[in-house]
């Protein structure tokens, strides 16, 4: 991938990428500490930590036309229960004097338009959280742990209709926009409805040149280029696709809008039905979701929070319910200790882990971790995103398994998506199901749903490609003199644990990390290595990060505590040739060998 600029979206000229460049440990650094220099530059981010600029725009729209009191600020929401639940979130943790002004708006579609019928089957709704600037980070604490806001494409999609007179208020009798006149306008031709001249009720397809400004043609028309902009009629179908792909029972390529999916899909190769897995909006969404669903199934009690983890899955657990117990090292002896916990009385609700964990791809025990939840009565959830089911079988021993589609399943980083799989064999599978039949909301976005069906067509070849690469960047690193740590499944002492999932067919992963023995050549690789940087995994493309850093700036102490050095360096590998890749990571240990003899 050619030299990306400061702030520039990872991939280039794309309007949903999923990462943003910062090509420089400096520039890391300096993200974090807000410095103009960097912020300002920025362009687009990682979703759930930048909030994108069509969302921005389509929240200040919304301000600016029902916003009862100037100067209030919005967060958007796919619909009006999620809406109150972040109302919930904010009015509990932020003080009382922040929530003046709290307020809600929930814009649908004005079915009474007859223009507006072949877009009822999407369901194009947004709620906004209304709030005065200085409750914004409480807002924002909701939005980032949930995974709960919507998605670029729908926000773009909302402002079209929003422009278009299209988009109401649903309790719209109670409520008027500032502008008693309601304005049509033409938004962009990608969205433009038309009455359909038969009772068919398929929407307008959505892959129509649109009058956009230059930068957002460009991005809109790569995309169709590489035939991802697709008729959002079909996103029923693609939706089933993902179910299936992830289930096992599809796993040769099928063009959906060409040929459609049998009503019955073939027995699963994973020993999981398409029903039992469930989609969502991010991968973040679905852990947030299987606690949710876990909490109505079992009861309020706290949680097991197993491994380093994923910053906002901790979060969750400690936010939302009566809080957990948390297990930083995924060890043996944290295991004595918590069997210790579990045979004194203590219960639990559930074990949250990773398989194999970020960014120190450590591995739980899980045999002897299942054993322990079936004598003591705990649920066990995996979150699979990191070595994916591609390479591994985790169902075996979980109750749920969650993954972030966003990764490798999609590869592109241009859409988000996740996924919650319910195993049928399960002790709590029949109250799950019951507890997803009554709080399960589908607000994964039509068009995210259609692009992350595409782009995962190829992903079980890809997954070899990048396992391959992966071991040989692994050996070039591991062998260095100037690298003090790799960290991989294939390296670590907990080994066994890997083995003990790895499918017949499968590889270690394409993520590795690893720990210079200086940190200036730790810097210097980095600012040197020829590859995208950026935040996010699983890419196409590899990707490396200062991980640390971006994930634990303001807590390095900790991850130290854990045994996470602040200057690791996290490195996505992708299906680049793989002797080209090792001539870049070979040229990037060179530039640091020929700094070190500088400073020497």
């Known amino acids: 991938m050619p030299h990306i600029t400061l702030g520039e979206s990872i991939p280039p000229d794309t309007a949903h990428a999923i990462s943003v460049s910062l090509p420089t440990w400096k520039a890391n650094v300096g993200y974090e500490e807000g410095q103009k220099w960097v912020v300002d530059n920025m362009q687009t981010g990682y979703p759930r930590f930048f909030i994108h600029k069509k969302i921005q725009a389509l929240a200040q729209a919304i301000v600016s036309k029902y916003a009862a009191t100037p100067g209030l600020q919005a967060l958007l929401l796919p619909n009006k229960t999620i809406a109150q639940r972040c109302v919930a979130f904010m009015t509990e943790k932020a003080p009382a004097d922040v929530l003046e002004g709290l307020d809600t708006v929930h814009l649908v579609l004005d079915t009474s338009d007859p223009s507006a019928a072949p877009l009822k089957p999407i369901k194009p709704t947004v709620s906004a959280v209304l709030f005065q600037p200085e409750a914004f980070p409480y807002a924002k604490q909701y939005w980032q742990h949930t995974g709960d806001g919507v998605s670029s494409r729908r926000a773009e999609f909302c402002h079209s209709l929003l422009s278009q007179g299209l988009l109401v208020p649903d309790d719209s009798s109670k409520r008027s926009p500032r502008s008693s006149i309601r304005h049509r306008q033409k938004g962009p031709r990608r969205y433009q409805v038309h009455v359909s001249t038969d009772d068919d009720d398929t929407p307008a397809t959505s892959n129509?040149?649109?009058?956009?400004?230059?930068?957002?043609?460009?991005?809109r028309f790569l995309e169709e280029r590489f035939g991802r902009n697709l008729d959002i009629s079909l996103a029923e179908r693609a939706k089933a696709a993902i179910r299936r792909r992830i289930a096992g029972t599809l796993t040769h390529h099928v063009d959906i809008s060409s040929h459609p999916l049998p009503e019955q899909a073939e027995p699963s190769s994973r020993g999981v039905a398409e029903g039992d897995i469930y989609l969502f909006p991010n991968g973040m969404s679905a852990i947030y979701n299987a606690h949710r669903f876990l909490l109505a199934a079992r009861g309020s009690r706290k949680s097991i929070s197993f491994g380093f983890p994923y910053v906002d899955t901790l979060k969750i657990l400690e936010k939302f319910g009566p809080g957990c117990v948390f297990y930083g090292h995924a060890s043996e002896s944290e295991l004595d200790d918590l069997e210790a916990r579990l045979a004194g009385g203590e219960r639990f609700l559930a074990l949250f882990c990773e398989f194999p964990g970020n960014p120190m791809l450590t591995c739980p025990n899980l045999k002897r971790i299942r054993s322990l939840a079936d004598r003591y009565d705990f649920a066990l959830v995996v979150d699979e995103t990191i070595g994916t089911f591609g390479n591994i079988n985790v169902l075996q021993y979980a109750d749920v398994v969650v993954s972030s589609l966003t990764k490798i399943f999609s590869g592109d980083c241009n859409v988000m998506g996740g996924s919650a799989a319910l195993n049928p064999r399960g002790r709590y599978y029949q109250s799950l199901k019951t507890a997803a039949a009554e709080l399960y909301q589908d607000t994964y976005w039509s068009e995210d749903a259609i692009f992350m069906e595409r782009n995962s067509r190829d992903f079980a070849s890809r997954i070899d490609r990048i396992n391959a690469n992966a071991e040989?960047?692994?050996?070039?690193?591991?062998?260095?003199?100037?690298?003090?740590?790799?960290?991989?499944?294939?390296?670590?002492?907990?080994?066994?644990?890997?083995?003990?999932?790895?499918?017949?067919?499968?590889?270690?992963?394409?993520?590795?990390?690893?720990?210079?023995?200086?940190?200036?050549?730790?810097?210097?690789?980095?600012?040197?290595?020829?590859?995208?940087?950026?935040?996010?995994?699983?890419?196409?493309?590899?990707?490396?990060?200062?991980?640390?850093?971006?994930?634990?700036?303001?807590?390095?102490?900790?991850?130290?505590?854990?045994?996470?050095?602040?200057?690791?360096?996290?490195?996505?590998?992708?299906l680049e040739d793989t002797e080209r890749l090792v001539g870049i990571f070979t040229s990037a240990l060179r530039a640091a060998e020929e700094a070190g003899k500088e400073t020497a």
């Open 208 to 219: 129509g040149n649109s009058p956009a400004p230059d930068s957002e043609e460009s991005a």
């Open 472 to 574: 040989a960047i692994v050996e070039l690193l591991a062998s260095h003199p100037l690298v003090g740590r790799v960290h991989y499944p294939k390296l670590n002492a907990d080994r066994a644990n890997y083995e003990d999932c790895r499918l017949p067919t499968g590889g270690y992963g394409g993520l590795l990390s690893v720990v210079f023995k200086r940190r200036e050549d730790a810097v210097v690789f980095f600012d040197s290595i020829e590859s995208a940087k950026g935040p996010s995994l699983g890419t196409n493309f590899t990707l490396t990060s200062p991980y640390v850093v971006l994930a634990h700036f303001l807590e390095l102490d900790w991850a130290a505590s854990l045994g996470v050095d602040p200057d690791l360096l996290r490195i996505s590998v992708g």
